[in-house]
C-alpha cells in the first residue's frame, strides 16, 4: 500500500503540487498524464525525496514520514522501497550495462560483486539485453539504454517502480521496445506508478488512469471510463489535444 497525503512542493512562490492526495495497491499500474509543467514528473520525485517536499505525508508500506520532519534515515528507508527510471537514462558512462545494473546491488544493498553481477546478467536478459552485457552506454541505442535503466530499477526488488516519462527522450523506432518490457513488468503485477504521454500505453496498460492539471488530481478512473466519458472539461480538452496528435488505437 502506497499512500500520498496532502503532498505540496513549493518552487519559490509558484505551488506546483498543491496538496496532492493519492493511494496505490500492492500490484496497481496508475498511469498519470497531463500538461507540461502541472506537477506530473515533480509528484514522482517527490515520492523519493529527489525533491524535498514541503509538506504532506508518504507512506510505503508500513514506513509512514512526515516530510516536513522527515530524517535521513528515514529519506534512505523511502529510496529503497523505490525505484526510478528517469527521462534521460541516468546510467553511468562509465560502467558496462551489466555494471550499471549491478552497482545498486553493491552499494545500496550490500551484495558481493559476483552474486550481484550474477543477478544483473539474469536481468539484462529479462529485458532483452544479454547480449550488451559488456557495452558501455554510449555505444547502446537510446531504447536499450533506456532498457538497462528498467532492468537497474527491477534489480532493487522495490515496492514500487517510478517510471519518469520513459520514452519521452526515444527516437519512435525505440519506443515500442521499452514499452514492450514496461508491459511485461504489468503482466507481472509489478506496481508502478507512470508517468507518460503515450495514451494507447495508459489504454492498454493501467489499472487506473489519473490526469493531472495545475498541482491537482483533477479526476481518475479506469481507462475506459477516463478516455471514453472524461467529466472535467479540463481532461476533455486535453485529450482531444492529444489524440488528435497520436495515431488512432
Known amino acids: 500500500m502506497i499512500a500520498l497525503q496532502g503532498l505540496i512542493k513549493r518552487f519559490g512562490d ?3 503540487l498543491d496538496g496532492v492526495d493519492l493511494s496505490i495497491e500492492q500490484g496497481e499500474i496508475i498511469v498519470v498524464i497531463g500538461p507540461s509543467g502541472t506537477g506530473k514528473s515533480t509528484l514522482l520525485r517527490c515520492m523519493n525525496f529527489l525533491e524535498q ?6 507512506q510505503i508500506g508500513d514506513l509512514s514520514v512526515d516530510v516536513t520532519r522527515a530524517s535521513r534515515k528515514e529519506i534512505l528507508a523511502l529510496r529503497r522501497r523505490t525505484a526510478f527510471v528517469f527521462q534521460n537514462y541516468a546510467l553511468f558512462a562509465n560502467k558496462t550495462a551489466l555494471d550499471n545494473v549491478a552497482e545498486g546491488l553493491i552499494v545500496v544493498n550490500g551484495w558481493k560483486k559476483p552474486l550481484a553481477r550474477e543477478r544483473a546478467g539474469e536481468l539484462l536478459e529479462r529485458v532483452g539485453l544479454s547480449d550488451k552485457a559488456n557495452a558501455y552506454p554510449a555505444s547502446l541505442s537510446g531504447g536499450q539504454q533506456q532498457r538497462v535503466g528498467i532492468a537497474r530499477a527491477m ?4 515496492e514500487v517502480i517510478l517510471f519518469d516519462e520513459p520514452t519521452s527522450s526515444l527516437d519512435p523506432e ?6 514492450g518490457v514496461m508491459k511485461q513488468l504489468a503482466r507481472e503485477r509489478q506496481t508502478m506508478l507512470v508517468v507518460t504521454h503515450e495514451m494507447s500505453f495508459a489504454r492498454d ?3 487506473r488512469v489519473i490526469f493531472m492539471s495545475d498541482g491537482h488530481i483533477v479526476e481518475q478512473g479506469p481507462p475506459s471510463q477516463l ?3 472524461p467529466q472535467d472539461e479540463r ?3 486535453f485529450l482531444r489535444k492529444v489524440l488528435a496528435t497520436q495515431a488512432p488505437w
Open 174 to 179: 525505440w519506443v515500442e521496445e521499452v514499452l
Open 155 to 158: 534489480a532493487a526488488q522495490a
Open 14 to 16: 509558484e505551488t506546483i
Open 205 to 207: 496498460v493501467a489499472d
Open 227 to 229: 478516455f471514453s466519458t
Open 235 to 237: 481532461t476533455k480538452s
Open 53 to 58: 517536499p514541503d509538506g504532506g505525508r508518504i
